[in-house]
């Protein structure tokens, strides 16, 4: 496997800080959960189609059937990964509904467990337990127990179960072809998907005030982009269960972004929050990088045997 040129981990923290502007986004616009979904997959595969026409046109002819299979069922899983996030924001609260979404490690640890082979150790699953706990800690208070609030509890981690599936069919796949085609391959199977949902539920594909477009337009360069295209890239260098796991800081940077945008204050359990989300994080990384010290030292062990 290629050296990357530039650090995976480095690429990944960009892709969190990116993905945190999602629900203040989302929040912010007035169209109905299926048509921003649609806007921001379409408007990422038209800012995308001039960089794939250039470079990867001819790359998608040697593409596989079966990995051509998988990644249109990545898009698909994305695209209702959006509609039921971004359905729960009119039912919860941004905390809750982003805390819920983000408990990826959840999914990401059996999915990778039996689909990969993946072992991990109690280490690892108890930096991934303490990571949700610090997760839970930025939203306390926020959690409701009316009807309305559970629901959009519920639909925020059916779309948790949705994204862990995204991207544990990215890992398969992006072992064999490149991060451009296959996020372009994605992206465009997402937005055919979107666009029948928005067809068949009745939404509205516009008019829609100015200040939406402009949401539609930050939604697709920055959580898309920025944020999901550099999550498939590093699919190649670093497991899903990582990825998961990083993922749990989106909690904090939406924190920190709703303080500066939207001026909502900073409590000291969002801050105790992300403290603990940083320290399992470390030791959740620290702990991964060991294991896989061991298994070049096992593998080299056997070479030298044979």
Not at 171 to 185: A, C, D, E, N, P
Not at 235 to 242: A, H
Not at 294 to 301: R, S
Request: aromatic share 14%; proline share 3%.
């Amino acid at each position: 496997m290629q050296k990357p040129k530039i650090n995976p981990y480095i690429a990944l923290m960009i892709g969190v800080l990116s993905v945190s502007a999602s629900a203040i986004l989302v929040k912010a616009s007035t169209a109905g959960s299926g048509v921003i979904a649609f806007y921001r997959l379409l408007f990422t595969v038209l800012l995308m189609l001039p960089v794939f026409i250039t470079k990867y046109r001819f790359e998608i002819l040697l593409v596989k059937k079966r990995d051509a299979i998988y990644s249109a069922a990545a898009g698909v899983f994305l695209a209702f990964h959006f509609i039921l996030w971004f359905e729960s924001l009119n039912f919860t609260s941004v905390a809750s509904s982003t805390v819920l979404v983000t408990v990826q490690p959840i999914f990401a640890f059996a999915g990778a467990y039996f689909f990969f082979k993946e072992r991990f150790s109690f280490k690892t699953i108890a930096s991934g337990a303490v990571a949700i706990c610090g997760c839970a800690l930025i939203s306390w208070g926020d959690f409701r127990l009316n009807g309305m609030a559970l629901w959009g509890d519920i639909l925020a981690l059916l779309a948790c179960g949705l994204v862990t599936a995204y991207l544990l069919f990215g890992q398969h796949v992006r072992k064999r072809i490149s991060s451009g085609t296959y996020t372009f391959l994605v992206y465009t199977a997402s937005t055919v998907t979107l666009f029948v949902y928005v067809l068949l539920s009745g939404e509205e594909l516009g008019p829609y005030p100015r200040l939406d477009w402009v949401y539609f337009i930050l939604l697709a360069v920055f959580p898309n982009l920025l944020g999901h295209s550099l999550f498939n890239w590093s699919l190649k260098w670093i497991s899903t269960t990582v990825i998961s796991m990083a993922i749990l800081l989106e909690p904090v940077g939406a924190s920190i972004l709703a303080y500066f945008l939207l001026g909502e204050s900073v409590k000291w359990p969002q801050i105790t929050g992300g403290a603990i989300i940083l320290a399992a994080l470390i030791l959740f990384l620290a702990e991964t990088n060991k294991s896989k010290i061991k298994e070049k030292d096992a593998e080299g062990l056997e070479a030298k045997s044979g």
